[in-house]
């Protein structure tokens, strides 16, 4: 069975960094498309930050420059660096991947979180100013 796990969450402060990890087992993170999703309070879940297979990101605008997605095919471990944390990043952080072999997500679903079909269960993120 495909498991994701995600680690790291914390709570820090305005202009602080965390890396959040999703570690996958029954999944190799080298062959799909996995992505980082969050969802506030009474928000919509959110897409982060997306990788495909090749190692090629994709980012939301409000994160551009300030967070990095990647993975380690070694590890089979995904990553979120997070640096320049503000209060709005306030959020549970998920970690997702789309199972499908030979499945093409295209670049423009890959923020949508239809387009994944396993999640993990997520890891809280707080930031105070």
């Known amino acids: 069975d495909v498991q994701l796990v995600e680690s790291g969450g914390g709570s820090v402060q305005v202009g602080g960094s965390l890396t959040l990890s999703c570690e996958a087992s029954?999944?190799?993170?080298?062959?799909?498309?996995m992505a980082w999703f969050r969802q506030a309070p009474g928000k919509e879940r959110e897409g982060v930050a997306a990788?495909?297979?090749?190692?090629?990101?994709t980012c939301t605008y409000s994160v551009k420059d300030r967070f990095t997605i990647s993975k380690d095919n070694v590890k089979n471990t995904l990553y979120l660096q997070m640096n320049s944390l503000e209060v709005e990043d306030t959020a549970m952080y998920y970690c997702?991947?789309?199972?499908?072999?030979?499945?093409?997500?295209?670049?423009?679903?890959?923020?949508?979180?239809?387009?994944?079909?396993?999640w993990g269960r997520g890891t809280q993120v707080t930031v105070s100013s």
């Open positions: 029954g999944y190799s993170v080298s062959k799909g498309y």
């Open positions: 990788i495909d297979t090749a190692g090629m990101p």
């Open positions: 997702a991947a789309e199972l499908r072999p030979d499945y093409v997500l295209q670049v423009r679903n890959r923020l949508r979180p239809n387009g994944y079909n396993r």
